[in-house]
């Protein structure tokens, strides 16, 4: 039995002067407690009290090089001798602009922010401004950040059937304190359902904007889509001009240097990026077509942000896209080799114990939900998993020296080996034993 004393008794002195004591409020889940870290190298993170653990947690998905990687932390330190943000132009934000607009299908030209949740911002206002219509199409189970105009919960339990007086009512608050009247501006949708996405634009193409959409969704149940769905979804926006937004906070960098909308061969007008763009130090982009983003300099667009394109963010965003393109496509496919290694233990170790529970592995991402299904391939489906059952799951995990998120989804880096999947499976095995399911 490991102790985390020294965590539960910062946290403590944390919820004194830190409200909850985290600093989003995502991290107050862990459970038993959000732990304290001391030090990180690679693939393992030690926190406070000296336990050594393997991260799946990876800060939420930005560490895709794993922890101090010593050429990000080379680059970011050289950058820094130099100064470290100068609100004046500087070559790195052409450097890495233009890398981006070599890798990614999409893009003519980049915007820089710092988190996804000002890209996805930016890219709202960029789709209202460039047709002239307000509303927003998103759908069930996505996140994009948490900016009042897209934040919601997802409160009707019957969503699978879209009534029509629903459509746009649906969303609701996702927190206390939220303006109701952003919401006004968004179409709910379930995601996977061609008919559904078809109807509402038929019924509100003169209002619609953009439609937004993670291209697999990652934050609930990593599902991924359905064939053609995609593609239709492309072709209706393009035939009645809506934007096509692609969130690709998550699977941008991490489903290739392209990311997804490369990966499924489908070019979106506008893309977010985020996390995994520069290692772990913030920075964002909105990246896509040049007739759209040169609102932003026509001024008809503001984009804003003290600290965008930041010496430090563009020295690790080149590094990362140096790092990851150094060996052709190696990094992404022992990324997504650790993950089919790890996706696939785990199936058959729930299989042989006969636990009943879904592993949904796409690219290097995958999800782990205890659930009597076969498969899990809609949002309705996912709500369903026994969440108690995996609380439990990470917090004996974490007994075992595996750290991994609350929800479910897990990510890898290029500093995770064999060595690290086989250590992981057989923690699970022993975690799989003490579970009552
Ligand atoms: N979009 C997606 C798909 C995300 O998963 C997230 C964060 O998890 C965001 C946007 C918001 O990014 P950030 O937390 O950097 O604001």
Redesign the pocket.
Same mark, same amino acid.
């Given at each position: 039995m490991i102790s985390i004393s020294e965590s539960k008794v910062k946290m403590e002195e944390a919820k004194k002067y830190i409200p909850g004591g985290v600093a $989003?409020s995502l991290r107050s889940s862990m459970k038993p407690v959000p732990l304290y870290v001391q030090d990180a190298s690679g693939a393992r993170v030690v926190d406070v009290n000296n336990n050594v653990y393997i991260d799946y947690l990876l800060a &939420? +998905?930005p560490l895709i090089l794993g922890h101090a990687h010593p050429d990000l932390t080379r680059n970011i330190h050289e950058a820094l001798l130099r100064g470290s943000t100068y609100g004046l132009q500087h070559d790195g934000e052409i450097r890495l602009a233009k890398r981006l607009t070599e890798i990614l299908p999409c893009a003519d030209q980049v915007a820089f922010s710092g988190?996804? %949740? =000002?890209? #996805?911002m930016l890219a709202l206002r960029l789709a209202r401004a460039y047709t002239g219509k307000t509303k927003i199409v998103r759908f069930y189970g !996505? &996140? !994009? +950040?948490?900016s009042d105009s897209i934040f919601t919960s997802f409160p009707s339990p019957d969503f699978g059937s879209v009534q029509k007086d629903s459509l746009l009512s649906a969303a609701a608050p996702g927190t206390g304190g939220q303006s109701n009247g952003s919401l006004q501006e968004l179409i709910l949708l379930p995601w996977n359902d061609p008919d559904a996405l078809e109807k509402a634009l038929n019924e509100h193409s003169h209002d619609i904007a953009a439609v937004i959409t =993670?291209p697999v969704m990652?934050?609930s149940g990593c599902i991924a889509p359905k064939p053609g769905y995609m593609a239709f979804m492309r072709e209706i926006t393009s035939r009645m001009g809506i934007v096509l937004i692609w969130? =690709? #906070?998550? %699977?941008g960098f991490r489903f290739g240097l392209g990311g997804a909308h490369e990966r499924f061969g489908i070019q979106p007008d506008l893309v977010?990026i985020?996390?995994a763009m520069a290692g772990g130090i913030?920075l $964002?982009a909105v990246a896509g077509k040049k007739e759209i983003l040169q609102l932003i300099e026509e001024g008809k667009v503001l984009h804003l942000g003290t600290l965008n394109g930041n010496s430090l963010s563009t020295a690790a965003g080149l590094t990362v896209i140096d790092t990851l393109s150094k060996d052709g496509s190696f990094a992404f496919s022992k990324l997504e080799a650790m993950a089919v290694m790890l996706a696939e233990g785990i199936r058959t170790l729930l299989k042989n114990k006969r636990i009943s529970g879904v592993v949904n592995q796409l690219g290097p991402v995958f999800h782990v939900m205890f659930i009597d299904r076969e498969e899990v391939s809609d949002f309705d489906t996912f709500n369903l998993r026994d969440t108690q059952a995996y609380t439990f799951f990470t917090e004996k995990l974490l007994e075992e020296g595996v750290l991994i998120r609350q929800t479910g989804l897990w990510y890898v880096s290029t500093a995770h080996g064999e060595a690290e999947v086989k250590e992981t499976l057989q923690a699970i095995d022993r975690v799989l034993d003490k579970m009552k399911l």
């Open positions: $989003s &939420y +998905g988190s996804g %949740t =000002e890209a #996805v !996505h &996140y !994009h +950040g948490w =993670e990652c934050n969130d =690709e #906070v998550i %699977t977010t985020g996390k913030p $964002s």
